[in-house]
């Protein structure tokens, strides 16, 4: 069953539309993620489905039940944002608990949610501390013990890692990926940054300008990008995508976008010419920029590249590594 539905959902701010008409299913147990770049619409969609902002148009459905026009509080759904949103003054026990004190959640089922949360988090030795006394991890793990708390079927969480230095949000993404299967909630999971989308997600949902651009798990949407747009944003590096025509390369047809990600290309004495442009060494590998035919292409290569600026150099592919776009619609063929 779906935990949560969405059906031609489309949100307007006076004249402009941010969101057009977005369909899709999270089902039960799952973590879906809403991936994109700033402005495209998921974190408007996250509010919709929390009742933060209610639908222009559309309907949303949560176990079932048609939430579209109901209160947040009535909707089920535990959220994280990318602030933390901790009280400053409130002991660590105090900030997981303070939803259920506003429920008038009595105070031993109170103390017995707040147990297992701790247990659950590695929080039990910091509940008398104050959100000052944390690290940032330790901040995020309080915000993410107040959604436990909560014991909702559906979580929320907004950018949550956004704040942490990369090794921390390493550390944060297996983490929470580990505390959403164990407690079997439903998590729908707002981020910009694809690293998180492909190591976290279940089914990953790919937003641009208010409509999504595809939908799938994280493998297909590498795999098979359905458009440029979804090619370009997902893999690091991202796929290069250029005019297929100025390479000479054999195309379907012409007037094609070429799509050809950087670790199928290998440099060597065969292939389309080229000069290097920058070598970007990365400990395991290294990244090369190269200019073929007046586009700029990225290679990979293994370990530490003896490659130069100015070095003339030739690029080959596979002829299966090739994914084939329309130039007017951006659309796979």
Known sequence: MAAIVLTNVSKDWGETRVLDEVSFAAEAGSLVVLLGPSGCGKSTTLRLIAGLDQV?????????????????ARRRVAMVFQSYALFPHLSVRENIVFGLKARSVPAAERERRLARAADVLGLAQLLDRKPSQLSGGQQQR?????????????????EPLSNLDAQLRGEMRREIRALQQRLGMTMIYVTHDQVEAMTMADRVILMDRGRIAQNGPPEELYARPRTAFAARFIGTPPMNVVPADPLGVTAPR????????????????????????????????????????????????????????????????????????????????
């Not at 309080?142 to 959604?147: I, K, N, S």
């Open 254 to 333: 012409p007037g094609l976008l070429l799509g050809i990600r950087p670790e199928a290309i290998a440099i060597g004495t065969e292939g389309i010419p080229a000069t290097v442009r920058n070598v970007e060494y990365l400990g395991a590998d290294s990244l090369i920029e190269t200019e073929a035919a007046g586009q700029t292409i990225f290679a990979k290569a293994d370990g530490k590249s003896e490659l130069s600026p100015g070095a003339a150099v030739r690029l080959a592919w596979a002829e299966t590594d090739c994914h084939w776009f329309d130039t007017e619609t951006g659309e796979r063929l």
């Open 142 to 158: 309080v915000a993410l013990g107040r959604a436990i708390v909560a014991e909702s079927p559906v979580c929320l969480m907004d």
């Open 56 to 72: 222009t148009a559309g309907r949303i459905a949560i176990d079932g039940r048609d939430v579209t026009g109901l209160p947040p």
